[in-house]
């Protein structure tokens, strides 16, 4: 079975994200950049599948600007075996990604789609299930467990107030939530080895798929600052606050 | 101009963050009309008609919609979508999984997650877990949106009487089930609706440890929440998880106990009314966003507390 993974070039979760002084955007020169954690898990569970049999080929794709590929290269460090960039220019929207992840769904047919539930720039969550629809193929979205049984794939959901668990027909698409799995460190020997493996590029056109933009970032800002409040000296007076002061309790 | 809002719930009762969506839609200013999918949902649509300013509950009670299985559902509203200019469902499990299988089939953007409307065709909405606001202008006619519930008063639940219309299209895709679903079963009020939350993070040390805030949550009718450094070490299972990638909430009071205050968490309960912080390290930064903070060791302030209520 062949798995296709997507990943995503990111601000690294650790950088603390500023908008600019005039608001046009947000600050990102010189940051640092990674794979999207959500992406590095989708990652994870791919090169898992391949290990325990399921998988026989796990290929990871990109879509965004040259620099991607450093982390189509980690994913190929982490035990993908092969790289696919789609090269754009500029932000690009979750509908259009999940066009041009079609393209490459048609040329490569693969059985199972994983991608992260999110990435942590946009926290837009949409374009595993735009891919779904747009394919036809049924989704395990916010998945926190997987198995292939035969043709079907079940994937264990987190869902709101517990778990859900849902029978999918292959090819299947898959997100993934914080849970599936916790990914491995590339070893040295293994990001020397990635260097040498399969990177093909493709453009838009390649794909057929027309580069559209619906969406006009008019303004970023940072968010409402809550200021900090007072030190207590002990539970009594915490009670007392609450009650006279907040009236939040009674 | 005119919006169709999903509603939430689980065939037997409308859930309240369909009230949130509402009035979300309220402020985009258009005719409203609810789309209840289940089956055996009517009590549920008894429910929505009662809702103030609703103009047409719509209703497709069919076993295909019964889990509200995404491939099914989206199908339908894009279908259902012909007649509005606006979609709307609140960003609950739910909403996230399925509309943007609708804008998808709509061929439109989503916009996700809006915290205002700031008119018909722009939004803000919260990007990097929160650190930016962005507004967000689209250009499509229509528009598929999702509503972050605590950003959004609740409309009334009662007064209004709308009509009722079955709507008879049924849509089976075919391409997946529903095998089962484990709901944890509590006597507390859901997280995303409580008025006071209360929740450990890794301060509390292990899963045992979480049985000290029982009480206090018993006292005070209060939710019990988690970080995501609880829930990674195990403590306590995955859906109490307050944060960016969690539950998002907004109650009159939080107690964050145990809880540094990493940026993930602080998205997920920085809009409650008042926050109070109970750390040890005086200096973690969840002290920067509380209104009372108590430096003290929880394992002492915990059953004070709890004696104090």
């Given at each position: 079975m062949k798995v296709l993974v997507a990943v995503k070039r990111v601000v690294d979760y650790n950088v603390k994200v500023r908008a600019k002084g005039d608001g046009s955007d947000v600050d990102l020169n010189n940051v640092k950049m990674a794979i999207n954690p959500f992406c590095e898990i989708a990652v994870e569970e791919a090169v898992r599948l391949k290990e325990a049999g399921v998988a026989t080929e796990v290929i990871a794709v990109s879509v965004g600007e040259k620099p991607c590929q450093e982390q189509i290269r980690t994913a190929l460090a982490l035990g993908a075996d092969r790289g696919i960039h789609v090269e754009t220019e500029g932000r690009v929207e979750p509908l259009v990604v999940a066009k041009l992840l079609k393209g490459v769904v048609e040329k490569e047919q693969p059985q199972l789609v994983i991608l992260g539930k999110?990435?942590?720039?946009?926290?837009?969550?949409?374009t595993g299930q735009m891919l779904g629809a747009l394919t036809n193929m049924p989704q395990g979205t916010f998945a926190s467990e997987i198995k292939v049984e035969g043709e079907k794939l079940n994937v264990i959901r987190e869902v709101d107030g517990g778990l859900q668990t849902v029978s999918l027909s292959l090819p299947a698409i898959v997100t993934t939530d914080l849970r599936l799995n916790e990914p491995r460190y590339a070893s040295l020997p293994n990001i020397m080895k990635a260097k040498k493996k399969q990177l093909d590029v493709f453009t838009p056109a390649d794909l057929g798929v027309e580069v559209t933009?619906?969406?006009?970032?008019l303004k970023v800002e940072p968010p409402p600052e809550r200021k900090a409040g007072i030190k207590v000296e002990d539970v009594a007076q915490l009670v007392d606050k609450l009650k006279n002061e907040a009236k939040v309790i009674s | 101009m005119s919006t169709l809002v999903i509603a939430e719930h689980d065939n037997s009762s409308l859930k309240p963050a369909t009230l949130n969506a509402v009035a979300a839609a309220q402020a985009m200013g258009a005719d409203i009309d609810i789309l209840v999918a289940g089956a055996d949902c009517s009590a549920v649509a008894d429910q929505a008609k009662?809702?103030?300013?609703?103009?047409k509950v719509l209703v497709a009670d069919n076993a295909a919609y019964e889990h509200q299985l995404a491939e099914n559902v989206s199908l339908l509203i894009a279908e259902l979508a012909?007649?509005?200019d606006n979609i709307v469902a609140p960003s609950t499990s739910n909403g996230k999984n399925t509309l943007p299988r609708v804008a998808a089939l709509l061929d439109v953007a989503q916009i996700s997650?809006?915290?205002?409307?700031?008119?018909a065709d722009t939004f803000k909405r919260p990007i990097y877990a929160g650190n930016v606001i962005a507004t967000v202008q689209t250009s499509d006619a229509k528009k598929v949106i999702t509503v972050r519930t605590t950003a959004f008063d609740a409309v009334a639940a009662e007064g209004g009487a709308a009509t009722v219309e079955a709507v008879s299209s049924v849509h089976d895709a075919g391409i997946s089930t529903f095998v089962g679903q484990e709901v944890a079963v509590s006597?507390?009020?859901e997280l995303t609706a409580a008025p006071v939350v209360i929740s450990g993070g890794r301060?509390?040390?292990?899963?045992?440890?979480?049985?000290?805030?029982d009480g206090i949550a018993d006292k005070l009718g209060a939710a019990i929440g988690a970080s995501r450094a609880a829930v990674d070490a195990g403590f306590?299972?995955?859906?109490m998880q307050v944060g960016q990638t969690g539950k998002i909430v907004a109650p009159d009071l939080y107690i964050a106990v145990g809880i540094s205050g990493a940026i993930q968490h602080l998205a997920g309960?920085?809009?409650?009314?008042v926050i109070v912080a109970i750390n040890?390290?005086?200096?973690?930064?969840i002290f920067q966003v509380a209104d009372y903070g108590l430096v003290a060791d929880l394992f002492n302030a915990l059953p004070e507390l709890e004696a104090a209520l």
């Amino acid at each position: 079975m062949k798995v296709l993974v997507a990943v995503k070039r990111v601000v690294d979760y650790n950088v603390k994200v500023r908008a600019k002084g005039d608001g046009s955007d947000v600050d990102l020169n010189n940051v640092k950049m990674a794979i999207n954690p959500f992406c590095e898990i989708a990652v994870e569970e791919a090169v898992r599948l391949k290990e325990a049999g399921v998988a026989t080929e796990v290929i990871a794709v990109s879509v965004g600007e040259k620099p991607c590929q450093e982390q189509i290269r980690t994913a190929l460090a982490l035990g993908a075996d092969r790289g696919i960039h789609v090269e754009t220019e500029g932000r690009v929207e979750p509908l259009v990604v999940a066009k041009l992840l079609k393209g490459v769904v048609e040329k490569e047919q693969p059985q199972l789609v994983i991608l992260g539930k999110q990435s942590i720039d946009g926290d837009n969550n949409q374009t595993g299930q735009m891919l779904g629809a747009l394919t036809n193929m049924p989704q395990g979205t916010f998945a926190s467990e997987i198995k292939v049984e035969g043709e079907k794939l079940n994937v264990i959901r987190e869902v709101d107030g517990g778990l859900q668990t849902v029978s999918l027909s292959l090819p299947a698409i898959v997100t993934t939530d914080l849970r599936l799995n916790e990914p491995r460190y590339a070893s040295l020997p293994n990001i020397m080895k990635a260097k040498k493996k399969q990177l093909d590029v493709f453009t838009p056109a390649d794909l057929g798929v027309e580069v559209t933009r619906h969406i006009t970032q008019l303004k970023v800002e940072p968010p409402p600052e809550r200021k900090a409040g007072i030190k207590v000296e002990d539970v009594a007076q915490l009670v007392d606050k609450l009650k006279n002061e907040a009236k939040v309790i009674s | 101009m005119s919006t169709l809002v999903i509603a939430e719930h689980d065939n037997s009762s409308l859930k309240p963050a369909t009230l949130n969506a509402v009035a979300a839609a309220q402020a985009m200013g258009a005719d409203i009309d609810i789309l209840v999918a289940g089956a055996d949902c009517s009590a549920v649509a008894d429910q929505a008609k009662a809702i103030p300013g609703v103009g047409k509950v719509l209703v497709a009670d069919n076993a295909a919609y019964e889990h509200q299985l995404a491939e099914n559902v989206s199908l339908l509203i894009a279908e259902l979508a012909a007649n509005y200019d606006n979609i709307v469902a609140p960003s609950t499990s739910n909403g996230k999984n399925t509309l943007p299988r609708v804008a998808a089939l709509l061929d439109v953007a989503q916009i996700s997650d809006i915290i205002s409307v700031e008119s018909a065709d722009t939004f803000k909405r919260p990007i990097y877990a929160g650190n930016v606001i962005a507004t967000v202008q689209t250009s499509d006619a229509k528009k598929v949106i999702t509503v972050r519930t605590t950003a959004f008063d609740a409309v009334a639940a009662e007064g209004g009487a709308a009509t009722v219309e079955a709507v008879s299209s049924v849509h089976d895709a075919g391409i997946s089930t529903f095998v089962g679903q484990e709901v944890a079963v509590s006597d507390r009020p859901e997280l995303t609706a409580a008025p006071v939350v209360i929740s450990g993070g890794r301060g509390m040390q292990n899963g045992d440890n979480f049985k000290l805030l029982d009480g206090i949550a018993d006292k005070l009718g209060a939710a019990i929440g988690a970080s995501r450094a609880a829930v990674d070490a195990g403590f306590v299972p995955n859906d109490m998880q307050v944060g960016q990638t969690g539950k998002i909430v907004a109650p009159d009071l939080y107690i964050a106990v145990g809880i540094s205050g990493a940026i993930q968490h602080l998205a997920g309960m920085k809009d409650s009314k008042v926050i109070v912080a109970i750390n040890k390290d005086e200096d973690a930064p969840i002290f920067q966003v509380a209104d009372y903070g108590l430096v003290a060791d929880l394992f002492n302030a915990l059953p004070e507390l709890e004696a104090a209520l």
